[in-house]
């Protein structure tokens, strides 16, 4: 075999990077960072393509392992293939151009700047919490001594104990995801925490309404019970009046980086 043909060789990498060379299929796999499934449909409209097109380049990510597809009758749904492709995505947009919020032009409408305020403050990134919130609870936790980041990202004793009882949330057992690990935010550009723990307190606070989805993108807001819980777990007074966001003030885009 020769070395162009090894796994980490030149050939797999330049075919990795020609999937994503393309706006459309980039525009895609940042959509899906939020995590869920979406329709073709769906993607078609967000990325302002024809279904034919849409189809076409979904086929293309499926094919190269960073999408996993889904049927439902006649309906086709694919999301991110999974926590190593979503932090490949994530990754490559912290290094993009960071000209404006997410790289890119800076929003020039206001519904634009308010997307990308709510993506800022708080948001999902894949299946953990992003942006303000997400890194101000990374160091809440560390300053706690519940996160260690001197040596990597690890929990200590304490932290295990805090997710089981304070939380009421045990983290999973086994596996080959790591418990903790961190991921580069975009717009903090600090780490936040993801791995198996950020995906149990991303889940659990929707779960319990602490925080709740602004329209049908990754960007969240935390709820009045949210600041509540934030202040007796963690010491965090920056959303104690927090108040769940009016209809009005719902945004429906679904846009951003990681």
């Given at each position: 075999?020769?070395p162009?043909?090894?796994?980490?060789?030149?050939?797999?990498?330049?075919?990795?990077?020609?999937?994503?060379?393309?706006?459309?299929?980039?525009?895609?796999c940042?959509a899906?960072?939020?995590?869920?499934?979406?329709?073709?449909?769906?993607?078609?409209a967000?990325?302002?393509v024809?279904?034919?097109?849409?189809?076409?380049?979904?086929s293309?990510?499926?094919?190269?392992?960073?999408?996993?597809?889904?049927?439902?009758?006649?309906?086709?749904?694919?999301?991110?293939?999974?926590?190593?492709?979503?932090?490949?995505?994530?990754?490559?947009?912290?290094?993009?151009?960071?000209?404006g919020?997410?790289?890119?032009?800076?929003?020039?409408?206001?519904?634009?700047?308010?997307?990308?305020?709510?993506?800022?403050?708080?948001?999902?990134?894949?299946?953990?919490l992003?942006?303000?919130?997400?890194?101000?609870?990374?160091?809440?936790?560390?300053?706690?001594?519940?996160?260690?980041?001197?040596?990597?990202f690890?929990?200590?004793?304490?932290?295990l104990?805090?997710?089981?009882?304070?939380?009421?949330?045990?983290?999973?057992?086994?596996?080959?995801?790591?418990?903790?690990?961190?991921?580069?935010?975009?717009?903090?550009?600090?780490?936040?925490?993801?791995?198996?723990?950020?995906?149990?307190l991303?889940?659990?606070?929707?779960?319990?309404?602490?925080?709740?989805?602004?329209?049908?993108?990754?960007?969240?807001?935390?709820?009045?019970?949210?600041?509540?819980?934030?202040?007796?777990?963690?010491?965090?007074?920056?959303?104690?009046?927090?108040?769940?966001?009016?209809?009005?003030?719902?945004?429906?885009?679904?846009?951003?980086g990681?």
């Open positions: 075999m020769t162009a043909m090894t796994p980490g060789g030149p050939v797999p990498l330049a075919a990795l990077a020609a999937l994503l060379a393309d706006a459309t299929r980039a525009t895609f940042l899906l960072l939020d995590g869920r499934a979406w329709s073709a449909g769906e993607l078609a967000h990325a302002g024809a279904a034919s097109t849409a189809s076409e380049h979904l293309r990510l499926v094919a190269g392992g960073l999408l996993a597809e889904q049927r439902r009758g006649r309906r086709r749904y694919v999301r991110l293939a999974g926590p190593r492709v979503a932090q490949l995505i994530e990754d490559l947009a912290s290094h993009a151009a960071h000209t919020p997410g790289g890119g032009p800076r929003p020039a409408t206001l519904r634009a700047v308010s997307a990308a305020r709510a993506l800022a403050e708080a948001r999902t990134c894949y299946d953990h992003a942006g303000r919130l997400g890194v101000t609870i990374t160091d809440a936790l560390t300053a706690r001594g519940l996160l260690r980041q001197d040596a990597g690890a929990l200590s004793d304490e932290g104990s805090w997710f089981a009882v304070e939380l009421g949330a045990p983290l999973p057992g086994g596996g080959r995801r790591p418990q903790a690990r961190p991921c580069l935010d975009w717009t903090e550009r600090r780490p936040h925490l993801a791995g198996s723990a950020g995906a149990v991303c889940t659990t606070m929707l779960e319990r309404g602490w925080v709740v989805r602004i329209g049908s993108g990754r960007a969240v807001a935390v709820t009045g019970a949210g600041g509540e819980a934030l202040e007796r777990l963690l010491g965090l007074t920056a959303w104690a009046s927090a108040a769940a966001p009016r209809p009005q003030e719902v945004l429906s885009a679904r846009a951003g990681g």
